[in-house]
Nanobody, 126 residues
Framework: DVQLVESGGGSVQSGGSLRLSCAGSGHQYQRVCMAWFRQGSGEGREAVAALDTGDVTITNADNLKERVIVSISKDQARATLDLQMIDLEPSDTGTYYC??????????????????WGQGTQVTVS
């Protein structure tokens, strides 16, 4: 079965940067869609960025695209999706989740479309 494990969260000063990593294992398909979402306290789950390994297209959320870089490495059943964010603001505080679904990205920015999720990693910006 697919497993996702996020790492790299913590406390960051405003204006700083962070790097999160999502280690995926158990992928049975060469082509997968992987994404980062985040959720603030009392808020819904918001897309940050998504990547399709088949054509390596990257989609960043419109309100974040200037501050987000994603990259991926994939080898057989393992995939690692990294997220870099710069110029962090307190509004970036929340739990960051990694998600994936086999095959090409279709509804890549819709959290309901994904069927595998990590446990999340907390990011606090002050």
């Amino acid at each position: 079965d697919v497993q996702l494990v996020e790492s790299g969260g913590g406390s960051v000063q405003s204006g700083g940067s962070l790097r999160l990593s999502c280690a995926g294992s158990g992928h049975q398909y060469q082509r997968v869609c992987m994404a980062w979402f985040r959720q603030g306290s009392g808020e819904g789950r918001e897309a940050v960025a998504a990547l399709d390994t088949g054509d390596v297209t990257i989609t960043n959320a419109d309100n974040l695209k200037e501050r987000v870089i994603v990259s991926i490495s994939k080898d057989q059943a393992r995939a690692t999706l990294d997220l870099q964010m710069i110029d962090l603001e307190p509004s970036d505080t929340g739990t960051y989740y990694c998600a994936t679904r086999p095959g090409r990205c279709v509804e890549r920015m819709n959290h309901l479309w994904y069927n595998y999720w990590g446990q999340g990693t907390q990011v606090t910006v002050s």
